[in-house]
């Protein structure tokens, strides 16, 4: 006898499209409720210290940080790098998921871009505010000025930043947007009055022809196609600001694959944190099913082993290069002043995600949501352990020293942590933050699945 191994679907009730759109626009129909306003309170106030704290010290200046003469960056940049690495899971699902024909990323894959853009925000501003003097952003921009022979540094890893950063930020909105048109019309039709008008005006007079929806799949297509790169891109550029210096620790070739890799395991801890709470508070558990934390939670483990790979193969290089910087730089890693910051690292990105292998952790949506912020923790620790701890002890004995941050840089951090969820918060009241076109996709491909299963059973029998 012949059996048939099916998936377990990923929408377990089949919905019409009818009950599709009214469970996916009902939150943003309703008046919010008191788990809305209080989060948003929260990450308003957040908002409300980061924006005194960077008043504060644009006022004051540069001094109001922890940094030194030996330690310059510190929490500027390391916050800088950890919300480039979040923003990178959007791009990830959204274009390389899709160009894959993976259908378990329709659920999140439009919240993930919202988180992209979000991310990236809050990382643009860190560059900013180290400037000191941010009004003067527009130096870093090669255009004809009244300065003359002043010009640019192209051959600086920080202008580097400007344009991989300025690309990535372009194409997700672009991606993001072109994605959310037929939704938007969807709520356009169903609204009434101002919020209809503005609905009108965001969706482009989208009218759902067949020849709308060929347009519309083919620029998605393209977009993913030019999107997908960034990925690589982006984040290996981030890594040059460090890999093309020559100090111990930083001065290597394995940083652009593993910053890459890395930046996808935070980003894909923070959806999976972001999509646990929607699940529940908006009430989402029919749309983010099991098998849609099953399926992130595979790519954690993964991407946490290769992580481990990267930290391992760090320290067997420093050892067999028979470098005595090199060994030193790592040796203080592990057991220097700052070797807390190490094993918090290891601890939260190697050896919590490994739990996921055992289903019953994974069936575990609490287990699950712990081991989602302890990987955010330890990649903030990866990013503060990678610049402090080689600065902090370079070539001269003469030169070390500690670093310690101030209320200020504590501040900017809850600050820029306020501003995502702000954002986020505010993306999910007015937006729908699942895609609905896509969701309904699905649901009529399993339909048909489940009514034609029957027959093939009867087959298989009689075969």
């Known amino acids: 006898m012949a059996h048939e191994l099916h998936e ?84 990830l699902i959204s ?84 994605g959310l048109i037929p939704d938007l019309a969807t709520v356009r039709d169903r609204a009434r009055g101002l919020r209809r008008r503005i609905f009108a005006i965001l969706s482009f007079g989208w009218d759902g022809r067949a020849r709308s929806w060929h347009r519309h799949e083919m620029v998605s297509l393209i977009l993913a196609g030019l999107a997908t790169p960034l990925v690589v891109s982006v984040h290996s550029v981030v890594s040059t600001d460090f890999a093309t210096a020559v100090l111990p620790g930083w001065h290597t070739t394995v940083f652009p694959p593993y910053f890459v890799v890395g930046a996808v395991f935070s980003g894909f801890a923070m959806v999976l944190t972001l999509m646990l709470i929607a699940r ?31 930290y391992a193969t760090e320290l067997f290089v420093a050892w067999y290069s028979n470098n005595p910087y090199e060994q030193f730089a790592f040796t203080n890693r592990l057991f220097g002043p700052m070797g807390w910051g190490f094993w918090i690292m290891v601890a939260c990105n190697v050896v919590a995600p490994q739990l996921l292998w055992f289903r019953r952790v994974r069936w575990n949506l609490a287990a699950v949501f712990g081991i989602s912020l302890l990987v955010n923790v330890g990649m903030w620790f990866e990013r503060f352990v990678i610049i402090v701890t080689a600065l902090h002890r370079d070539y001269l004995p003469s030169a070390w020293t500690s670093y ?9 951090l809850l600050g820029s942590f306020g501003l995502f969820f702000t954002c986020f918060l505010l993306f999910c009241r007015f937006l729908p933050m699942v895609a609905i076109s896509e969701i309904k996709a699905v649901a009529a491909e399993e339909s048909s699945h489940s009514e034609t299963a029957p027959a093939r059973a009867e087959e298989s029998r009689a075969a």
Not at 26 to 51: M, N
Not at 100 to 119: D, G, L, P, V, Y
Not at 404 to 412: K, Y
């Open 280 to 310: 529940r508070t908006v009430h989402l558990e029919a749309y983010i099913t099991m098998r849609h934390i099953h399926a992130m939670c595979k790519v954690l483990v993964f991407t946490s082993s290769i992580v481990g790979l990267a």
């Open 404 to 412: 310690r941050p101030t209320l200020i840089e504590i501040g900017t």
């Open 95 to 178: 274009a390389v998921l899709l160009l894959a024909r993976q259908r378990w990323r329709t659920s999140i894959n439009r919240s993930a871009e919202a988180m992209t853009i979000f991310a990236v925000i809050c990382a643009g501003l860190f560059p900013l505010i180290h400037m000191g003097r941010p009004w003067l952003f527009y130096w870093v921009f090669p255009y004809p000025n009244q300065r003359g022979p002043l010009w640019v540094n192209f051959r600086s890893p920080l202008l580097w930043d400007v344009f991989a950063i300025g690309t990535y930020f372009t194409i997700s909105l672009v991606f993001w947007y072109i």
């Open 8 to 91: 377990p679907p990923l929408l377990p009730e089949v919905r019409s499209d009818r009950q599709v759109t009214e469970d996916i626009c009902r939150p943003l129909e309703r008046r919010p409720g008191g788990a809305w306003w209080l989060a948003f309170v929260a990450a308003a106030t957040a908002l409300a210290i980061g924006v005194v704290c960077v008043t504060y010290q644009i006022l004051t200046g540069i001094g109001t940080w922890g940094l030194n003469r030996t330690v310059g960056w510190a929490f500027d940049i390391t916050n800088f790098v950890f919300w480039v690495g979040i923003g990178h899971a959007g791009t």
